[in-house]
């Protein structure tokens, strides 16, 4: 199973709020090849199925993106998540 971490760590660092990546891309930022099961969709989709902990969805969440493959097959599209706003100290 490949370490996501690398991938996690960049997104973190970016500051667009979509970016796309292709597949080699990817691998160079992770130092490993994608399993054949990237090709699919569903693989990437990090709100189809929440409760299917998946390594490369828990990744791009824990950046703060969510990733949807795009439709040559070839590439991955992350978006970054609507930032929460927190309430610390309340409102008078």
């Known amino acids: 199973m490949n370490d996501y971490g690398p991938l ?5 660092r970016q500051t667009l709020t979509e970016l796309v990546l292709s597949f080699e891309e990817i691998e160079a930022i ?5 399993p054949r099961a990237a090709q699919r969709a569903s693989w990437w989709d990090s709100l189809r199925s929440p409760q299917e902990r998946m ?3 828990e990744a791009c969440l824990e950046a703060g993106y969510v990733a949807t493959r795009q439709a040559d097959g070839n ?3 992350f978006k970054r ?6 309430r610390a100290g309340g409102n008078p």
């Open 8 to 12: 996690r760590d960049y997104l973190k």
């Open 30 to 34: 992770i130092d490993a090849p994608l």
């Open 55 to 57: 390594p490369q969805r």
């Open 75 to 77: 590439s991955v599209k």
């Open 81 to 86: 998540l609507p930032q929460r706003r927190s």
